[in-house]
């Protein structure tokens, strides 16, 4: 089973910022079959990227997705109040999929 | 547009079965699979496994082999979550999410259910 940590587990920034999110896998995620989504409180969650660096239908350009092999990342270049959430990783190149255990944006 | 209907809140006893159901709409139902995921309180996300709506292929989490059932019914574009021997552990909300029908590798989960709250209690 791949194992996926993410990190920081609590990200504290202003409207505006950069924020920098890490997804590492404990193998080699295959043909980077690795999904970002955001979760807020009470929903089900949104898929954001899919391929490492897809963006899904609808999602704004200022989320991007980066990465290969076990070491992945989620950018979003300058936050917007709707952008506080919980963020996940996952992975889907290997049965079992597996989730990080997520990173929350909060309001610095 | 396609929409993901499940079932209402259950609070079993421990030791009891759940069945959730997610009633699919706005595509054409064999032509997808169904995974189930699930989220305890203040965690995070937990795949559980997978059906395919074309020929009733499943995957299951490892952990809950045994004790876990997913099943369709295409005549109603529903799939359906079946948990048996209820655990305090167990109390979650419980997702459904369209899938590839082919395999669960290679499958992101771009339109999710409202999620279900299982509460196991005494």
């Known amino acids: 089973e791949i194992v996926l940590t993410q990190s920081p587990g609590t990200l504290s920034l202003s409207p505006g910022e950069r924020a920098t999110l890490s997804c590492r896998a404990s193998?080699?995620?295959?043909?980077?079959?690795l999904a970002w989504y955001q979760q807020k409180p009470g929903q089900a969650p949104r898929l954001l990227i899919y391929?490492?660096?897809s963006r899904a239908t609808g999602i704004p350009d200022r989320f991007s997705g980066s990465g290969s092999g076990t070491d992945f990342t989620l950018t979003i270049s300058r936050l917007e109040p709707e952008d506080f959430a919980v963020y996940y990783c996952?992975?889907?190149?290997?049965?079992?999929?597996?989730f990080g255990g997520g990173t929350k944006v909060e309001i610095k | 547009q396609v929409q993901l209907v499940q079932s209402g809140a259950e609070v079993k006893k421990p030791g009891a079965s759940v069945k959730v159901s997610c009633k699919a709409s706005?595509?054409?139902?064999?032509?997808?699979?169904i995974s189930w995921m699930r989220q305890a309180p203040g965690q995070g996300l937990e795949w559980m496994g997978w059906?395919?709506?074309?020929?009733?292929?499943?995957n299951y989490a490892q952990k809950l082999q045994g004790r876990v059932t997913m099943t369709t019914d295409t005549s109603t574009s529903t799939a359906y979550l079946e948990l048996r021997s209820l655990r305090s552990d167990d109390t979650a909300v419980y997702y459904c999410?369209?899938?590839?029908?082919?395999?669960?590798?290679?499958?992101?989960?771009?339109?999710w259910g409202q999620g279900t709250l299982v509460t196991v209690s005494s």
């Open positions: 999410a369209r899938a590839p029908w082919t395999s669960i590798v290679g499958a992101t989960f771009d339109y």
């Open positions: 706005g595509y054409t139902f064999i032509t997808y699979g």
């Open positions: 059906i395919s709506a074309y020929n009733g292929n499943t």
């Open positions: 193998q080699t995620v295959s043909s980077s079959y």
């Open positions: 391929g490492a660096s």
């Open positions: 996952q992975q889907y190149g290997s049965s079992p999929l597996t």
